[in-house]
């Protein structure tokens, strides 16, 4: 029998619960911890440049792979930097063990060096969080946070280990099949029964149904049922952001995003639903629009996991708590089991008014000869990767321009900061999907304001041979804001133009890495077909684009779902 | 409204702060709230005040039941059968000469409340009673007397009958 340290043991256990990647960033306080890491032959390290870009890594990875993602930070500023990728990933119900230092146990309270209450300062923004008090607690609390990211609705987890709990001089039998028990939490899976033979009823009554999928169901695995359910009923199918790719974007009954930037549609579909079958989603305030106006003529039946998302904001007709893929078995099964048969000649009526609205074909924009426009770029790359590549992006204009016309054929392909609205969230979680995904092809698309709020991580990229493909739309202005400010501030342009960029090529050569600029649309195609085409290495294609493009159509605000400004070209 | 909620959780370091935090980031009020261990001490029980209409203290209830140390949140108002409540008092107050003595004395026996500690010039009066006698009471006692201080439990409350907040 070995006895082992702390450190050993956190080791140990990481390689039991089948961590193969750890993205982390040394210090003071885990250098135990990355001590006993040198002797891990089934652990690699990642060295991010910055512990926030580290912790999205993890982020990016757990999104890309469905698996838990995994950081390892110091005490103290390791631990805070980390906060807004923990309120990302809280946000948007992504799987995340974020291991913190601690100063050791008898300094905690004393203002030690390097100390932070890590665990108060994260308390809003975990799903739940452990401060280790023995060497023996690292197994036990590894094993149960790893356990609560991943169930129920997932999120982050914060297990904070004081240094005196890894350090050499305390040494345990490591436990070997140590069982996760937690009387106070069981996420219930299974749907309510009665509630499903509802469901099913309205469904086989719905004249004006939508079928609305969110995250909730990229999480779940539901794509195959969502499918199958569109596919039998007829049905309509909108996704939310964080949805996209669970119903192929390139299907017929696919109406595009809804919300604020979703497309005529979908919205107006909404709007004139009857029956709104919602899976997996949390009716946020860039979907509903008014929630006095959503959807007044629907019936709303709501499957989520998590109770607390149900009527928190739209008021559900019809609450089902389960898990979206169960939920969806359940409910295919009671239409089987009663003979509920699709009359899909029923919703003729409905498609040819879904087909009319969009005629008025509301993505569509004006292209110009000699000014790159940025949906050209998403519309350039999704078709020199065959729609099949995994994108990142970061937040603004760009990541609406990639909702938009990037059509998702598969889910846990776009990696988006949804909830939070994180700039500087897509650099770190390409690099972290194409750590868990290496034969993937995996492209940022980012803008000239967000990509340079975690930059560093070009460094990372060359030091582990991550060869990510980064399409840069820049406009030379945080394009989003000024969007704002040009439809709703009078035109008052406020501390949105960025005049003093670096030249991103040079950067990117500087780094070690390829980069070449675009300036016009006819050499677009090419450029992000060269820079594909380089398959060892990371590529930062500068694209010189229009700086006053507008994302349209977009909801006006305090209205109803189909009230929105239409592109007047 | 008035509302009182009664919360089982996994007695832990930080599982209170949970529940305090929940409510201040949720934008509701905590007017005062007990925790103790029950007769398993792994397990505390909080009684926690609040005001907000049915729809609100669903939500919040529906938030604790989130919280992973959270074992059974159960609103009190929800039981037909009705609940038990209690809060406790200490005022100390000033007590100079024979009237004034026999006043408060007086008052006390017509509460049922108790003194507890006596000084030449101070009594410790305890009072036992639902949140709104004791304000009566806090109330009587301050027109006669000069109270130095005072201080309340908050609310603990139980289902009356078989209806039982279990684990």
């Not at chain 1, 210090?27 to 001590?35: E, F, M, R, S, T």
């Not at chain 1, 000014?371 to 099949?388: F, H, M, N």
């Amino acid at each position: 029998m070995t006895l082992m340290s702390g450190a050993q043991m956190l080791v140990r256990t990481l390689e039991d619960l089948g961590v193969d990647h750890l993205f982390g960033y040394p210090g003071g306080a885990v250098l135990d911890i990355y001590d006993a890491l040198l002797d891990s032959k089934k652990i690699h390290h990642v060295l991010g440049r910055h512990e926030q870009g580290v912790a999205h890594e993890a982020d990016g990875y757990a999104r890309a792979t469905g698996r838990v993602g995994v950081c390892l930070v110091t005490s103290g500023p390791g631990a805070t930097n980390t906060v807004t990728a923990i309120a990302t990933a809280y946000m948007d119900s992504i799987p995340l063990v974020v291991i913190t230092g601690q100063v050791g146990t008898p300094l905690i309270g004393s203002d030690a060096f390097q100390e932070v209450d890590t665990v108060g300062i994260t308390r809003p923004i975990v799903k739940h969080s452990y401060l280790c008090q023995s060497p023996l607690d690292i197994p036990k609390y590894l094993r149960q946070a790893f356990y609560l990211a991943a169930s129920g609705r997932p999120g982050p987890v914060v297990v904070d280990v004081p240094k005196d709990c890894v350090g050499p001089s305390r040494r345990f039998e490591y436990p070997e099949d140590q069982q996760v028990v937690m009387r106070s939490y069981n996420p219930n899976l299974l749907g309510h029964r009665g509630q499903i033979k509802r469901a099913a009823k309205l469904l086989s009554e719905a004249k004006h149904p939508v079928l609305m999928v969110g995250g909730g169901a990229v999480i779940s695995k539901a794509a195959d049922k969502v499918r199958k359910l569109a596919h039998d009923f007829n049905l309509p199918v909108t996704s939310t952001l964080m949805g996209l790719g669970v119903f192929p974007g390139t299907d017929r009954q696919f109406l595009g995003m809804l919300g604020m930037h979703g497309t005529y549609e979908a919205n107006e579909a909404m709007d004139k639903a009857d029956l709104v079958l919602a899976l997996g989603v949390r009716f946020d305030d860039r979907v509903t629009n008014s929630v006095q106006k959503f959807c007044p003529a629907a019936k709303i039946v709501h499957v989520d996991i998590d109770p607390a998302s149900i009527s928190k904001t739209v008021n559900a007709d019809l609450p089902i708590v389960g898990d979206v893929d169960t939920v969806l078995g359940q409910l295919l099964e009671t239409i089987e089991e009663q003979g509920i048969v699709c009359d899909k000649d029923a919703l003729e009526g409905w498609w040819k008014q879904i087909e009319q609205w969009r005629h008025l074909d509301c993505l569509r924009y004006k292209s110009d000869p000699q000014l790159i426009q940025p949906q050209d770029v998403i519309r350039s790359l999704y078709k020199a990767t065959s729609g099949r590549a995994i994108i990142a992006t970061d937040v603004g204009q760009h990541q609406m321009f990639v909702a938009q016309h990037y059509q998702f054929d598969e889910p846990r392909h776009l990696l988006t900061s949804g909830g939070l609205g994180t700039m500087g969230y897509g650099f770190p979680a390409a690099i972290g999907a194409k750590v868990g995904c290496p034969d993937e092809t995996v492209c940022l698309v980012t803008g000239d304001g967000s990509f340079q709020m975690n930059i560093q991580e070009l460094s990372c990229c060359l030091e582990f041979n991550i060869p990510v493909k980064i399409f840069l739309l820049d406009n030379h202005t945080l394009g989003m804001v000024r969007q704002w400010q040009r439809m709703f501030y009078r035109g008052r342009i406020s501390s949105t133009s960025l005049n003093s960029n670096p030249d991103f090529v040079a950067l990117a050569k500087a780094y070690g890495h390829e980069g070449f600029r675009v300036e016009k649309p006819g050499e677009l195609d090419g450029a992000i077909r060269k820079a594909l085409a380089m398959k060892d290495k990371l590529v930062i294609v500068d694209v010189v684009c229009n700086t006053d493009a507008m994302v349209l159509p977009m909801q006006q605000m305090r209205g109803s779902m189909g009230d929105m400004f239409l592109n007047e070209d | 409204m008035r509302q009182i909620i009664s919360i089982l959780l996994e007695n832990e370091t930080g599982a209170l702060s949970r529940v305090v935090g929940l409510f201040s980031q949720r934008g509701y009020n905590i007017e005062n709230i007990t925790a103790a261990p029950t007769e398993d001490n792994t397990i505390s029980r909080i009684t926690i005040l609040t005001q907000g209409d049915n729809v609100s203290v669903e939500r919040i209830t529906k938030q604790l039941h989130k919280l992973v140390n959270v074992i059974k949140v159960s609103s009190l108002e929800d039981d037909s059968q009705g609940i038990v409540e209690r809060e406790i008092l200490f005022i100390k107050v000033q007590c100079i000469g024979h009237t004034l003595r026999e006043e408060i004395k007086n008052l006390c026996d017509i509460f049922k409340a108790e003194i507890v500690d006596v000084t030449p010039e101070l009594y410790i009066l305890q009072y036992v009673n639902t949140s709104a006698e004791i304000d009566r009471f806090l109330k009587a006692i301050a027109e006669q007397a000069d109270v130095i201080e005072t201080v309340r439990s908050g609310v603990c409350g139980i289902f009356r009958g078989d209806h039982a907040l279990h684990s």
